[in-house]
Every structure is written in C-alpha cells, then in structure tokens.
C-alpha cells in the first residue's frame, strides 16, 4: 500500500475555488431567475401609448407605476444576491492575487528522452546511448561551473532512470502502476478546507455554526417557505380571501349575488388588511367606489392607496373567477367578468360601452346617436370631433391612440372535433374548434375563405390537438388609462350548456391572436368523454374580454354527435344480431331524429324515450327498427 | 484521539430527545389552538336550541304536539344544511385539490359534515324517543317542508321583482316621453 496522508490547505490554495464553485452554484442560477423576472416586468408597458390619452390623475398613476417598477428591483433577493456576488468576486480576486505554488514536475520517461510516444524500443536506446555520450557526468568537461555540474548530473540521474523505467521489467511495471519508476510514492491528500477551520482553536465554533445551520437556521428557512406557501394559493389569492369567498358562493343564491356582493366580497380582502395595515372594510370599498366612478381622492396619500388597491384587486377578481368557475354557474363568471371589465375602465359596472372612449361621458353618451364604439369609429375624424366636443389636435390623437386599441372580435366558425375522425362519435374525446377572427379599428377585413375555416388533421395535431392554440403572436399589454397596471389582453373563453345555465369546461384564455386580419384558432379540449347517446345539442360560446366591455362575441354551436361512418350500415339494418341490438336501436334513434326539426330540448327528450323503448322491445322483436321510425315520422 | 467522556453522547441524546419533545408539544398545542379558533361553518342552530329549551322546560310542561313541531323544524335546518354541504362539496373538493384554496377551509367544511352528521343522528334519536319509527317519516316531511319554503321564498321573489321592474319601465317610458317631447 502506499503511504497517504491528508493535510488541510494551509496555503488556502485550494479552498477559495471550492468557495467558489459554491457560491456560483447557487448565484448563477438565482440570477438568471431574477434577471428573466425583471426583463419580464420592465418590458410590460406601451408607452408609445401612454403618451397620448392622460386621464386627469395622470401624474399620480406614473408616480405609482414608478415606485412599483422601483420596488420589484430593490427586494431581499436581489440584496442578498449582490452581496453573493460582491462575496463571490473578493474570493476570485484573492485567488488572482495569490502566487501560484511551485507545482512538482511530473515525471514523463518520453519527455525526459526526447522520443515521441510511439517510438520503438530500438529508437529509445540509441536516443539515450546519444544523450548519454553528450551527458554523462565522465564526458563533462570541467571548464563548466559547480552548480551547473550537479544539475547535470541530476539530469542524467532522471535520464538513466527514464531509460529504465521503458527498458527494465521491473521499473516500467513500477512506472505503469504507480507514476513512477521507483514504485509507490508518499501520497497526498489535499482538503480543500483552510487550516484554522479544523484547529483545536476553531473546533467549537465550527460546531457551533453547524448546530446554528441544522438546528435553527434549516428548520426556520423549511418553516417559513411551508407557511407561506400555505398561505397563499396557487392564484395568489391569501388563503382567507379564497375561504371568505368561497364560502360566500356555497352559502348564497347565485341569482343574488350581485356586483354590489361581489364588491364587498372584494373589500373584504385580507390583502389590503396587509397591503395597509389598519383599513377597514369600509374604507376599501369606498376607494373601489371612488376609483369605478373615476374620481380623485381628496388627498394624494389616498389617492396612492387607492391606486394600489385597485391593482391588486385584478389578481382577486382572476382567483374570483377562480374559484367561481367550480361552481359551473354561468350567471355567476358572467358577472365576475364583467366587473373586470369595468374594474380595467374604471366604469361603473354595466356601464355603456362607449363610456371606455375618453372625452366622452354620459351627457355626451345622452344626446348621442350611435350606440356601439364600431358605429363611433366608423364615423370618422370630423364627425366625432363634433359629436364629442374635441377642439385640440392633440386630444384627437389621443382619443384616436385609444380606439385604435380597441378590438372587435367575431367568431366565423365553431365546430367540434376528434382527432382523426371525419365526424363526432359517441363516447369520443373531443374538443372544441373556434375560428374567429380580431381586428383593430382600420384593419382590412376580407370575406374569410372558406378553406380557412376547416381544419385538417396533420401528424402534430393529432398528438396534440391543442397546439396549434399559441401559434399565433401574443397580444400586446394594454394601456388601460386609468388602471395603474398594464393589463394583459385575453379572452375568456366560456362553453356554456344553456339547459342547465351552466359551463361545460372551467374558463380557458385566448391570449394568441393573429391581428392583421388572419383568421385564429382556438380550441377547448372537453374532459369529459362525449355522452354515448346520439343526436344534436345546441350550446353556447362566449369570448369575453378582460379588459375592454362590449368586444366580447357570442355565438352558438352545435355538437351533432353521429355514429362512426362505416361502409356496414346496411347490414345492421337487416340482421337482427343480439349483440348490436344497442347500435340498431341508436341508428333507429338517428333516423328519428334527422326526420324533425323541432326545439332541441324535446328533440333530447324524444330521443331518449325512443332509444328506451327500442332496445326494451328489441330482445323479442326484429322488425322494431321500422316500428320506431314510423314513430319517428308522425 | 481526545479521550471522550462517557456523558458527550448521553447529554447529545437528552438534547436531542428535548428538543423533539418541546417540538412536538408546541407543534401540537399550536394546532388544536388553530383548529379552536377556526370559526364553524354554519352559525348558531336556532332550531335546534328552541327544541332543547323546550324539551327542557318543565314548569308548566310544553305539550307534546309542540315538541313535535319543533323537532320537525331542526329537522328541516338540518335537511337544508345538509343540501348545502352537499351541494358545495365537489367544488370545495376540486379547488383544494387544485390548491385554489386553503386547508382552513378544507378542515372546517369536513368538521361541519361530522357535525351535521352527529346532530341528525341526534335529531333521529329524538325523534324515535317520542314515536318510535317516525325518524324516517320525519325527515321525508322535513325535506318537504324545504322545498316548499324554497317555493315560498321564490314566489315572493317575484312579486318584489315585478315591483322592481315596474318602476324601471315606469322610468324609462318617462324618460322616453320627454325626450320626445324635447324633439317635438
């Protein structure tokens, strides 16, 4: 065996680079997420458009954007990831200044001879028969001086034992074994740990600092992130705001709960309690009040709560809209969207649609003839000059900068689809296709072609029917003047059952859209498995926008669901085989129901009384298919 | 090696053991303090309170019929409570699965099944110590007498309703006639 020793780095030679290669561990990958963090929110924000429309608290809402943008850059991350770096950079920079240690030659025969690595035995010996004519310490004159005398020497020392160790058995064995040809050398072990840490001295701190790290520091850091991820939920919602809320909607009738409940809901929030230690319910819900009604609080204090109130509120009204849509109530979401819609304008809830325009308010709205934003558009620069009291050229650029990022949204075509299939089967999984199509006031709008509206399987969809959903460029934040966020432009995209008056699949968003005047597509993948019965069922979409009223577009769709297309369907008519009783009985179905045209509620209805008594019947009787479908007839 | 003494290990292991223990007894005396304080999720059961205020009255005794009756109205409470937990159960159960709520929530809506559970059993007792066998009947008639409340409620619904609209059209049709009158 050889003889190893550890020693600890009393020269700190090596333990700075382990500091080192520590600390970049964990920098490195803290700063990237905190640098994608800040370019994320530092890019968020037209201001091209900010410029134009200011309403009369403007100076306010930039004073109040500016603190925020200030507030996201100077956090407890971002300090303690400086001070990693400063730390980080003083260890690189004692390393630098450190003389770098004598290193101890290693000992290479090839290099020593001269002779490539390849060279032959033969080669080796008359190489060293050469350098040992010219070296030998016999064949050294004596004109040379002493010191260079000995280095000779040791040289032909190191030649002689080169030449060995690639000619001699037993010292090349020792060479190949062990690095040298002596054979095994003292060994050592370095710690990459200074001395004075593992010093007779430094014992009881380091045990000290150890029990401080796992008995208390580890515990408090598990602690504190268990704890707050308690109370927070996944929407960022604090855990009392969810709970109050929730329990409002299992407790109350939908049909009351109105945007009055709902702002009170809101008020209530447990995060303004910590946003503003100290407000009351009261006091939060008059500053929603006086923000809708587009006031100005009295003091600029106010006024800056009131500001932070609001955009705090977008993230509950989103955890609202949340949790509401558990509850499959249209009635309900429809409600919470549309507050947020009148939250993002900063107008009463239900208020007209053309309020949103700037210079425009009820008076004016009173006396005016046009009564959707597209009618006022159309109308042109002049006319609504007049119609709106507009004098300067400035404030028409900007009331022209705020329509022009107004969309209007119309869906052309909605259809459901199975990956793969020309038609709807029972029992399929299948999603929902919407075309539609967003254009901002001046965009050419040509008649859609029809080969757009259809939409063709190709290998990627059908693995992943639903990736086709972000192909389109996402939309540009909105400048919202009064809301002192920039707001993230979506639609929400409800399927609604009207029978029930209740949502078939919680709400999805759009937020990829195609804005020069190409058609989009969006699609809804059902969770649920399509129900086995046969027949044609009308339900309804809304797109409802987040953040302007009146762009939302609605439109029914039919789910026809028919029985897979089969070349056999002539042969279940005539053979009665007990085991496609349930099919002839469904075709039987079909038929019956293809032959009328009357309101889809009886239609269901028939149809599930049909395909009873037809499958009951079946089991004695072959000739029902044509019994049924008589039925059918009349 | 230093020599080690015999008491390093053991005073590590006391330490250890107390630490765990003052742990376990805080961390357990934290929770049942939360779980006091979590608010139940149903206020205060009227019904029910009249009912044992009767049943305990003795001076002058309360007639049977009157019993009676009061029983059958904790009985519906119940009934309508149950119906409400219910009902909220597969939303409360999607969102705590989804992590849109918290566990406060969670906790104190399963503490209210249990709760609900304990008192119809109660309410049946009851009811099968002044008849026995009309613990079935009973909460069939109070399930009934839920749903005709409801119907109740929303008839009268409708009468305020149409008071509302009213006045709304009343409203708009005299806004309507002057703005005619204006352009005339």
Known sequence: MSDSRYSYDENAEAWPYFAMTLLSLVLVPTTYKAVSKLSRSSDKGPPELESQYKPPNYEIIKRFRKKSRKSSLFTTTNVLLLAGWIIFFGVAFFVYTQEAPDDVQRFDPYEILGVTYTASEKEIKSKYRKLSLKFHPDKIGNNLGNSTREELESQFVEMTKAYKSLTDEVTRKNYLDYGHPDGPQPMKHGIALPKWLVDEKGTPMVILAYACLVGIALPFVVWQWWSGTKKYTKNGLHTVTAANIFEKFAKTDFENITNDVLLDLLSDAEEFKILYPGITNEEVHAHLNTYLSREKEQDAADEIKKLGIVSRSMTILEGMLDIASSFKNVDLIRTILLLTQSFAQALPPNSHELLQIPFLDEKKLACLKVKTIKELVAMGDDEQRKVLGIESAEDLKALKSFESQIPSVEILKAFFKVPGESTVTPGSLAHLVIKFRVAFPGTKLSPPELKDLEEEDSPETLKKPLSTNNKAPALNPVYAPFLPIYLQPKWNVLLINPRENKIVEPPTSITHVYTNGDISTFKVQLSAPLPDQLGKFRLLIELRSNCFIGVDALSSVYLEISPPQTTEEEIDDDISDPDEDSIAGAMAVMRGGKTKRRADEDEDEDNEDENESSSDEEDSDTDINTDTEDEGDS | ?184
């Open chain 2, 1 to 184: 090696m230093g020599k080690v003494s015999v008491y390093t290990p053991i005073a590590y292991i006391v330490l250890l053991v107390s630490a765990l223990a003052l742990f376990s007894t805080v961390y357990r005396r934290r929770k049942v303090r939360r779980l006091i304080s979590l608010a139940p999720w149903f206020g205060s059961h009227l019904q029910r309170d009249i009912y044992i205020t009767l049943k305990n009255q003795n001076d002058p005794k309360v007639p049977e019929k009157m019993l009676e009756a009061a029983l059958l109205r904790r009985a519906a409470e119940n009934v309508r409570r149950i119906m409400s937990l219910q009902e909220s159960k597969p939303s409360l159960a999607e969102l705590h699965q989804r992590g849109a709520v918290g566990d406060d929530v969670w906790t104190r809506f399963l503490a209210a099944e249990k709760i609900m559970d304990a008192e119809v059993m109660e309410c049946a007792g009851e009811a099968n110590a002044i008849k026995p066998g009309w613990a079935q009947v009973m909460f069939q008639s109070a399930a009934e007498i839920v749903h005709n409340d409801k119907i109740h409620e929303r008839l009268a619904l409708v009468s305020e309703r149409h008071q509302k609209e009213k006045e709304r059209m009343e409203a708009l049709r005299s806004q309507a006639a002057a703005e005619l009158e204006l352009e005339k």
